[in-house]
């Protein structure tokens, strides 16, 4: 059955309608081209530390020798990465992906609970850490399949003296790497090293061999792995990639990546489409220190940066940032999470240069909907399908609905996913034998084929770009001896886009809301922790029982807009 494609009429100029997924075999025939064309272009930066696409060939080369060579580790085999962005983050990826193994993305601020469900569930033999978060990595290792672990210091590739004196001071100074026993863990630089005496053994490598175990909440509590093929993220390089292409020259770009490379949007538009480009990678370690990340910006000529909404919010807030050197910037991309008209045009005030929304969701590779790149001011849409990307509203029943109608939005295309890793009920709630994937998400589409996302089904709560499941939450909540019952649900935040709050009947009259949120402290990652906390005697519920988290999220936003 053909497919309405209304949006083709409004493609810019140049864009395709489809893509040949065959161009690469694999994301590791991609890197190899990149390695060669631009080989004496800088490829990463960080704390003035350049790496070229000549050193990341090596490097990565060196990395895989040492992975294959002394801890024989083969093709399907994963590895995780616990790291922020570094250089070491490129040179491990790229190393495990020119090998065949799956790379599983872990975030570095997860606790040791959450840590533990993801690389027991994954099967990971192999885990690379910074020492920042190596006493986690410890807590959660009983039990897994990791046989080897590699640990890095912040300042590790950067050379002598600055790199000596950055772990100096992280360390010493900052008291930022928790004391670890790890005896059997090899340092990265030794690894690079013995690396060296072994060839990169040449892998063939298909497109349907997982590429990635990228987890997700879904639409459940307890993170899924999404496996994300070569296939899927080639075609997703390739669907975006001529998108920014016409405003972007190869081997010339500058992108600011604050994002974590382990983010799905950071890894695909900044890891893989600019590293297609030629681009140099700015990476930004501690996004979170604004002013730390300004300073950088005003030392940087960039042309290119990614962001959520969050982050561009707060450079805004943040002293000097009108003082950066805009001149050269062409392109500001935003994904993760809903752009805010307040923040898009105030950006393109400070900025001169409109903020290009995208949407997509990791189970997507992540990108499916774009706005043009020639897009003057914020448009308040998601923006149209990517090349051979196919999208329909469809009703609670799963029947299409006409243009203008609100209801969910399906998405089908070479970037979705196989599936959820060893969990084939949960695949079947959200993509279909046609190969449909249902997001879950609440949207309408004009006669153009513009989208525009509405409202998010499930109950799901988006901090910072980052998803939240109440089911995850309130599970934990309820582990604590003083409650009887808890509701987790999202709240308007200016800063976040939405914050946690918690609806609490209590087991133990004595428990207090400092003692519940040093419990979700030690066991949720920060931006999971609740920022409100409210005890009540009773939570509303449906005739069966089910607590109506959308009655305490209703009362909130009528609170908020009565004020």
Known sequence: MSIERPWLDHYPAGIPADIDVNAYRSIAAL?????????????????GKVLTYGDLDELSRAFAGYLSGELGLKKGDRLAIMLPNLLQYPIALFGALRLGLTVVNTNPLYT??????????????????LDNFAATAQQALDGTKVQHI?????????????????????????????????PKAVRFRDALERGKAHPMPAVEIAHEDVAFLQYTGGTTGVAKGAMLTHRNMIANMLQ???????????????????????????????????????????????????????????????????????????LLNTPGFDQVDFSRLHL???????????????????????????????????????????????????????????????????KVLPLGETGELCIRGPQVMKGYWNQP???????????????????????????????????????????????????????????????????EDEHSGEIVKLFVVRKDPSLTIEALKAYCRENLTGYKRPKQIEFRDALPKTNVGKILRRELRDEEKRKKHST
């Open 112 to 129: 040791a609970r959450e840590l533990h469900h993801q690389l027991e569930d994954s099967g990971a033999k192999a885990l690379l850490v």
């Open 332 to 398: 500001t991309m935003a994904g993760g999470m809903a752009l805010q008209r307040s923040v898009a045009e105030r950006w393109k005030k400070v900025t001169g240069k409109p903020i290009i929304e995208g949407y997509g969701l990791t189970e997507t590779s992540p990108v499916a909907f774009a706005n043009r790149v020639d897009i003057k001011d914020y448009t308040g849409s998601i923006g149209y399908p990517i090349p051979a990307t196919d999208a329909q509203i469809r009703d609670e029943d799963g």
């Open 240 to 314: 975006t990639r001529p998108w920014v292409a016409g405003h972007a020259t190869p081997g010339e770009e500058t992108i600011i990546t604050a994002l974590p490379l382990y983010h799905i949007f950071s890894l695909t538009v900044n890891g893989l489409i600019f590293t297609s480009l030629g681009g140099l990678n700015h990476l930004i370690t501690n996004p979170r220190d604004m002013r730390g990340f300004v300073k950088e910006l005003r030392k940087t000529s960039f042309t290119a940066i990614t962001g959520v909404n969050t982050l561009f919010n707060g």
């Open 150 to 182: 590699v640990t890095t210091a912040v300042g590790d590739m950067i050379g002598f003296p600055k790199g000596n004196i950055i772990n100096f001071v992280v360390k010493t100074l900052r008291k930022e790497v928790p004391p670890f026993h790890l």
């Open 425 to 491: 009920e949960e695949t079947a709630k959200v993509l279909d034998a046609d190969g449909w994937l249902r997001t879950g998400d609440i949207a309408r589409m004009d006669e153009t084929g513009q989208a525009f996302i509405v409202d998010r089904k499930k109950d799901m709560i988006l901090v910072s770009g980052f998803n939240v499941y109440p089911n995850e939450i309130e599970d934990v909540v309820m582990h604590h001896p003083g409650v009887a019952e808890v509701a987790a649900v999202g709240v």
């Open 31 to 47: 890197l190899d081209e990149s390695f060669q064309k631009f080989r004496n272009r800088p490829a990463f930066a960080n704390f």
